[in-house]
């Protein structure tokens, strides 16, 4: 019984033993939350729920109560949530980044994320004007333009057309923006959650101006959301008839809100800006619009005064998850390194993994599928000696792109840039298992 406290308790359960290991993982968060207390609620949210320490009254040979009563029946939770045990596993915000949460930004918990797939309760959050409500009654996708004929669609007419599910990541352009010039924030979750990997579901954007009857000067088009911020981006028509995707469902369910509900673009490799979201508006023209997101926002200044523009690719990049800063190392044996790895311009072929800094590199196994524009999964079986360690991966695409370090990347861009930080993330493992964000390279 659970009661019965007389039953001796195993020599490695002993609480000595379990108590390095619970202090280990509260120091861990402990540095996080000391460097989330200057970012007000995030420091609130990082506080622990639960000692990771087991209760020997629930181990063998003790049958636990669990086993002994029944649970609560089918529909006490008719949609279903995770497991209190997993109440840290949530998105969190960095107040001091932005001057309001409707114009703000929801890290993806990256570090507590298994295969390649993004739960929908954690898919990265940015919004411009909040999140509209939208009754799917009340909304409709407009074609309009350059077209033979000009359509207006309801959501009932584009869920009869033939559907197409495949797995994308969404990237901010800004996702790693605060990093450009040294290790700023010590959290996988915020240096590298902006990014999101889903199975889509929608209508070929190539479907729609088909029907629509592109004229033979259409050269781009222009993309709306109907929430407040009316966000829009221009597209060229070549992107636009090759595999952008009108998507009314993720991950087998219809859109979050926060994902754009009841319609948005999937734009697959692109910046995350061009994904609009709460669609309602698609103009064809013959050349670009110049909107406030491709002049102001989405350029990238370079060190002759000259910006960038019309970076759409999010280019080959990978992070380790498995150790960060916020999953510490517990004592010197056997781990896999784990991580993920993503392009914008096609497959990953191959992930390296270094454990000193980028001194010496072993070739990962990919986990699969390493699908087009997608997520994937990379693990390397790792021995700590107790000593520190730099841990970093470096990843080549199908194009034979290979993923820069920090000091290349700065040689072509310079230090103004806030967008398209694909380098190289290091992690110092120091020998109590605490892991930090540091630049080597
Ligand atoms: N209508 C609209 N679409 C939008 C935005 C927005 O604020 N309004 N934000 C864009 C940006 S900057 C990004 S990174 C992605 C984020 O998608 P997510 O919130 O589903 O992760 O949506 C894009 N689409
Ligand atoms: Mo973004």
């Excluded at 409500?133 to 033979?148: F, K, Q, S, T, W």
């Excluded at 915020?190 to 579901?201: R, Y």
Aim: net charge negative; proline share 7%.
């Amino acid at each position: 019984m659970s009661e019965d406290t007389s039953i001796p308790v195993r020599p490695e359960e002993s609480s000595a033993g379990s108590s390095v290991a619970a202090n280990l993982g509260r120091r861990g968060f402990l540095r996080a939350g000391a460097l989330a207390a200057g970012a007000g609620a995030a420091g609130a949210a990082l506080r622990p729920v639960a000692a990771a320490a087991a209760d020997p009254a629930n181990l063998p040979p003790n049958v636990p109560p669990h086993s002994q009563y029944l649970g609560p029946g089918v529909v006490t939770n008719p949609y279903g949530s995770p497991s209190p045990f997993e109440a840290e596993v949530v998105r969190r915000n960095v107040e001091w980044l932005t001057a309001t949460t409707e114009s703000s930004v929801s890290f993806t918990p990256l570090t507590d994320l298994h295969g390649f797939v993004t739960p929908n309760g954690l898919h990265f959050e940015r919004h411009h004007g909040g999140i509209p409500e939208i009754d799917p009654a009340d909304h409709r996708l407009m074609i309009h333009g350059l077209v033979e004929r000009e359509l207006i669609f309801t959501m009932e007419e584009l869920m009869r057309l033939p559907p197409v599910s495949r797995f994308h990541f969404i990237e901010c352009a800004a996702n790693g923006g605060m990093e450009w010039r040294g290790a700023q924030l010590n959290r996988c979750q915020f240096t590298h959650g902006m990014i999101s990997c889903c199975q889509w579901t929608g209508v070929p954007l190539k479907t729609l101006l088909e029907t629509a009857g592109l004229k033979p000067n259409a050269g781009w088009i222009l993309v709306e959301g109907a929430d407040a911020s009316g966000l829009n981006r221009s597209v060229p028509i070549e992107k636009a008839l090759d595999d952008a995707l009108i998507a009314y469902a993720q991950n087998g369910e219809r859109l979050r809100p926060e994902q754009g509900y009841p319609l948005r673009l999937v734009m697959p490799g692109w910046e995350g800006n061009i994904s609009i979201k709460w669609l309602r508006r698609i103009e064809v023209g013959d050349k670009a619009w110049y909107s406030r997101e491709e002049t102001s926002k989405y350029t990238d200044l370079l060190t002759d005064g000259i910006a960038r523009q019309f970076t759409w690719v999010q280019e080959a990049k990978s992070v380790v998850t498995f150790p960060a800063p916020e999953k510490p190392v517990n004592g010197a044996g056997y781990y896999t390194i784990s991580g993920l790895a993503w392009s914008g311009r096609g497959r990953i072929e191959r992930v390296d993994v270094s454990t000193d800094g980028g001194r010496n590199w072993q070739t990962a196994e990919l986990q699969g599928p390493a699908l087009d524009k997608c997520l994937t999964r990379f693990q390397m079986p790792w021995r700590w000696n107790g000593e520190s360690a730099l841990i970093q991966s470096r990843c080549i695409d199908s194009t034979g792109y290979v993923q820069p370090t920090m000091t290349q990347l700065q040689d072509l861009r310079g230090v103004n840039s806030i967008y398209h930080n694909n380098a190289i993330q290091t992690w110092l493992v120091n020998p109590n298992g605490e892991v930090e964000n540091v630049r080597v390279a």
